[in-house]
């Protein structure tokens, strides 16, 4: 049954690789030597209207991903860190550590800056752990040394600029450059919390709770509070407004003020689009926790997928904070496409090394990602949604939670809208392959399954009441999930001295003991991992066994809807290693 399950679902994402790169144009084959391939592929458009060659002086704001050395080392040394009676477990390492060990060279970025500098690129600068290097340059500048094609195009009334053809460099600097980043503004789409509205014969189920009543949803009584973990927050645009509602939230439902502040990374913007979303993350997280020592909002000026990356890049490389959430999403295909999903992995393994973790919100499209506006219903797009399906991320799902005026739980099952599926893209981690449905040697690229843990995201069930420009909106989503399970997260790094390290191995981890999947190979040879057919409860976790998002139906046991199912605090608490 697990197997027919994979099948069906890869089949829908295999024809949408399948057309990646069917329309793009290709620029002339370069001699060889001189040029070596990058993760960045020829954007696809789908469909899009191509309108000619966008202007020689336009300027591009790039991320150049350069690769970890010794990787094979750092592999290892990463399952060390997380393997109980090691004599490395949870000896985390700090950024200084990972550069010397396995940061790229101070050869290999000065050879990558050097070859920017040579064509003409300005305002270079190098990260701390030499992962990633931002730079400005005009169009001619960027097709001349990267021997690609910048074009312009339009769907519908949008207007965008992408790469019609892979980007390529020097055969000198192969093995150093992961990706070249930049080279589109195709936006995310805009975050938004799902708001909870009366709807004509509908249950009054709109009477929401002030998102510190979650502690009771999830256990949380008896574990300490976050006070001594600091988190972290993506954001994007003007935020000064959240600062305020955030102090009002605390102010009324009488919490602690925690102390909050503004990393700006990349070009910044006076977008407001987004702020429900961030008001969203910072009270729910900080609520779940009781309190936090610190919120640091990682901002970026918009949501596209090189300024996602650098992000995440720089959270992991000031490493200020074990956790952040990160409540945006995207269909696969498209990081996949341009590179930075292999990027940001590089970037997240080293947070892994260092005791970190990234919360992603699965979803709100179901068995669909958000390609097609189809919020809190299955979408005819089928995939799954990144960063949530990174293999370095923690991806949090969706459960319909109906609780009293407390948050006590009443019931609470698998969410319609929760995303979820298999990636046609993203491999799954060596945690999660006793569990993964989607797992076998067999594939070279896809089989991570998503998510890894739910909470509660329906907005017709329990909403959490939210604080936006001053006034208070019901809402959920998976927007809500995340940041409820990253405050989770700084009560249990609180109680264990910030030493946990990345969610998703430890959360595996204890339900692996208790449920080990059995390791077979097929007639073929092919190893695969058939999941315990028959799983037991597992200490640590409300197992959702009722609900679907569409094609995939909540089980015993792992599902794509809600993972491993909800946290229980108190007992995960006692149990997590």
């Avoid at 949803?217 to 574990?223: D, E, H, I, N, Q």
């Avoid at 070009?267 to 779940?288: C, K, V, Y």
């Avoid at 046609?424 to 890894?452: C, L």
């Amino acid at each position: 049954m697990r197997t027919l399950r994979r099948r069906t679902a890869l089949a829908g994402a295999a024809a949408i690789i399948g057309s990646v790169g069917a329309g793009a144009a290709v620029a002339a084959t370069p001699s060889a030597p001189a040029w070596a391939t990058t993760a960045t592929q020829a954007y696809h458009t789908f469909g899009a209207d191509l309108l000619g060659a966008a202007p020689a002086g336009q300027q591009l704001n790039l991320v150049i991903s350069l690769a970890p050395r010794n990787q094979a080392a750092e592999a290892a040394a990463l399952k060390a860190m997380y393997t109980p009676g090691s004599e490395t477990f949870h000896q985390f390492l700090t950024p200084a550590q990972f550069t010397a060990a396995y940061g790229p060279t101070t050869a290999a970025v000065d050879a990558v800056t050097g070859y920017l500098a040579g064509h003409g690129f300005t305002n270079i600068s190098v990260l701390s752990n030499h992962m990633a290097v931002t730079a400005t340059a005009n169009v001619a500048q960027v097709t001349s040394a990267f021997h690609t094609v910048i074009s312009n195009f339009r769907a519908g009334a949008v207007n965008f600029y992408a790469n019609s053809a892979p980007a390529l460099i020097p055969s000198s600097l192969s093995g150093v450059v992961t990706a070249v980043l930049g080279l589109n503004n195709v936006p995310f789409p805009t975050p938004h919390p799902v708001v909870a509205t009366k709807q004509a014969g509908s249950p009054n189920l709109l009477n929401g709770v002030a998102p510190q009543y979650f502690q009771n949803t999830y256990g949380a009584a008896g574990t300490p509070t976050g006070s001594k973990t600091p988190i972290a927050i993506l954001t994007e645009g003007n935020v000064s407004q959240v600062y305020k509602d955030l102090a009002l939230a605390e102010k009324n439902n009488k919490l602690p003020a925690v102390s909050m502040s503004q990393i700006n990374v990349g070009p910044q913007s006076t977008d407001t689009s987004g702020q429900d979303e961030f008001d969203l993350d910072t009270q729910s997280s900080t609520a779940m926790a009781q309190t936090v020592s610190h919120v640091y909002l990682y901002n970026i000026g918009s949501l596209v997928d090189s300024q996602i990356d650098l992000d995440f890049a720089t959270f992991v490389a000031q490493d200020k904070a074990p956790a952040m959430s990160a409540s945006i999403g995207g269909c696969d295909i498209f990081p996949w496409v341009d590179g930075s999903m292999v990027s940001t992995d590089q970037v997240l393994q080293e947070g892994a090394m260092q005791g970190q973790s990234l919360f992603a919100s699965s979803g709100d499209n179901g068995d669909g990602c958000a390609f097609i506006a189809a919020t809190g219903v299955p979408s005819s797009f089928p995939g799954t949604n990144w960063p949530a399906s990174g293999e370095f991320t923690t991806a949090v799902g969706g459960t319909t939670l109906v609780a009293d005026t407390s948050g006590n739980r009443i019931q609470e099952i698998g969410w319609i809208g929760s995303g979820g599926g298999i990636s046609e893209t993203e491999n799954p981690g060596w945690w999660t392959q006793d569990t993964d449905p989607g797992f076998s040697a067999e594939y070279v690229n896809g089989g991570r399954a998503v998510p890894d843990v739910g909470l509660d995201a329906d907005p017709y069930g329990t909403p959490a009441n939210i604080y936006v420009s001053g006034s208070v909106e019901g809402v959920g989503g998976t927007s809500l999930a995340s940041p409820l399970m990253l405050g989770s997260w700084a009560r249990m790094e609180s109680a264990h001295a910030n030493r946990l390290g990345f969610a998703a191995i430890d959360l595996y981890a204890v339900y692996d003991k208790v449920n080990p999947g059995t390791h077979e190979t097929t007639p073929v040879g092919i190893p695969v991992v058939i999941p315990t057919p028959n799983p037991a409860a597992v200490p640590g976790f409300t197992d959702i066994t009722l609900g679907t998002n569409g094609l995939y139906p909540d089980l015993p046991g792992y599902d794509e809807v809600t993972g491993l199912g909800a946290p229980n605090l108190a007992q995960l608490n006692k149990v997590i290693p």
